[in-house]
């Protein structure tokens, strides 16, 4: 049977038919309009487009924490409290956006056909998903908040209320402060994308800047290797995806671990991710 992915991200809602082989058709893309209370409008209005096709589930990813299928509180989205179902007016299975791009790569893309599969997608922050034999391990829901790891009790304080996690040394908002210090010009680009420049550049300064993000990295996934033992690990998110010195840096520092001597890839599905691994966590079977 067909089913629905719904993607809710902090600036687009993307929407797709998934199929029975993970196959994505009808893909639908709208941009979302500025206030929250009609994001969740614009999501019901993609959901009506497809009226015409008999499907077996809907399922939602959004950017923020759920909990029993309330998305309880997105700060990119500045939504709280939302009931999707009530909203859709239809039972929907919602879960968060990195865990669905994780269930995604782990079942259709760089990690499919291993048995335990460690995603960890670098964005501007550091998320994570486990999945094992094809199913996401979520315990009591937040399972996968990998970027909260705390690697320094003296770093950086992070938005979770503790200091040097491991998001805040290695993530894309370490990235970006590091970057902004480096190159305070160019303030209409990201740090991160300054930062990237500067080493492409030859700044030494910037080379060894980034050489201590990418071992602050490999340092806090050798510890979540050494507790989980992943048979493979997938590393997605924008920073991944975009070719360049982070990219190169982040991967060459997975590929020293300690406690993973297993492949580690670049993810694979992109854009899509967040889709399809809705549509798969809506239809287990
Ligand atoms: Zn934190």
């Known amino acids: 049977m067909t089913t629905i992915g719904i993607d809710l991200g902090a600036t687009h809602v993307r929407a797709g038919l998934v199929d029975q082989a993970g196959r994505l058709s009808r893909v639908v893309r709208r941009v979302l309009p500025p206030d929250p209370a009609a994001r969740v409008r614009t999501t019901r209005q ?7 096709v008999a499907v077996a589930a809907v399922g939602v990813a959004v950017a923020g924490t759920v909990r029993d299928g309330v998305l309880t509180w997105s700060a990119n989205l500045g939504l ?7 909203e859709l007016g239809r039972p929907v299975t919602v879960l968060n956006d990195a865990r669905a791009a994780g269930l995604a790569e782990a079942r ?6 291993a048995a335990t599969v460690l995603v960890v997608t670098v964005g501007t922050g550091l998320g994570g998903a486990l999945v094992t034999g094809g199913r996401l391990h979520e315990g009591t829901g937040h399972a996968g908040e990998v970027g909260h790891l705390v690697l320094d009790a003296d770093g950086p304080p992070c938005g979770c209320g503790n200091r040097g996690c491991w998001e805040q040394l290695a993530g894309g908002v370490a990235l970006n402060r590091t970057g902004a210090a480096l190159a305070p010009t160019g303030a209409a680009q990201p740090g991160a994308a300054r930062l990237a420049a500067a080493v492409t550049a030859g700044q030494p300064r910037a080379t060894a800047a980034l050489e201590r993000h990418a ?3 490999a340092r806090g996934l050798d510890s979540l290797c050494a507790v989980l033992a992943p048979h493979t690990v997938v590393l997605g998110g924008g920073l991944i ?7 190169d840096a982040y991967l060459a520092a997975a590929g020293t671990l300690r406690w993973h001597s297993g492949p580690v890839h670049p993810a694979r599905l992109g854009d899509d991710a967040g889709v399809l691994g809705a549509a798969l966590a809506a239809n287990p079977s």
Not at 80 to 86: L, T
Not at 241 to 247: H, L, S, V, Y
Request: hydrophobic share 50%.
């Open 241 to 247: 995806a975009r070719p360049g010195p982070i990219r």
């Open 46 to 52: 993609v959901l009506a487009e497809y009226a015409d």
């Open 80 to 86: 709280s409290g939302v009931d999707f179902a009530a």
């Open 215 to 217: 071992a602050q990295f």
């Open 108 to 113: 259709l893309g760089a990690g499919a056909g």
